[in-house]
């Protein structure tokens, strides 16, 4: 089951524990839904996530798996080995290094051999990086 944007914040936000502004402030045209708005709030803040250059959220669409190795990049700020995958030409310029880092510290695998960076992150490989991370800090 595929995971959507603000689903994905809110998940940071629990797992790590992130104090929660008690009346969020957001700059975005469209709605984050309630239950997500301290956590895009408090993401936003850190720099693990943008909008759109529409100034939109857009909360309800999945986070794809490029997304997700950005966002989990920026949290945890370390560099990766390199590892051979075989779609690295299809990789968005933006998402490259993110990806390469998340796969290096072996937090987000391949799928084959391929990183499938425009497909959904599933919440299975979500919870999977988390883990890794918060055991990996300890």
Partial sequence: VSLTRAQFVTLLARSFEW??????????????????????????????????????????????????????????????????????????????TSINNMVGLGLIDPVGGNYQPNKPTTRAVCVVALYRILHQEK
Avoid: C, H, M
């Fill in 19 to 96: 104090e929660l502004p008690s009346s969020p402030k957001l700059k975005f045209k469209d709605k984050v839904p309630s239950y997500a708005q301290g956590a895009v709030q408090v993401a936003v803040s850190k720099g693990l996530v943008k909008g759109y250059n529409d100034s939109t959220f857009r909360p309800d669409q999945p986070v794809t798996r490029a997304e997700a190795a950005v966002i989990l990049d920026r949290l945890v700020n370390k560099k990766g080995a390199t590892k051979k995958v075989s779609d690295k030409g299809t990789w968005p310029s933006w998402a490259s």
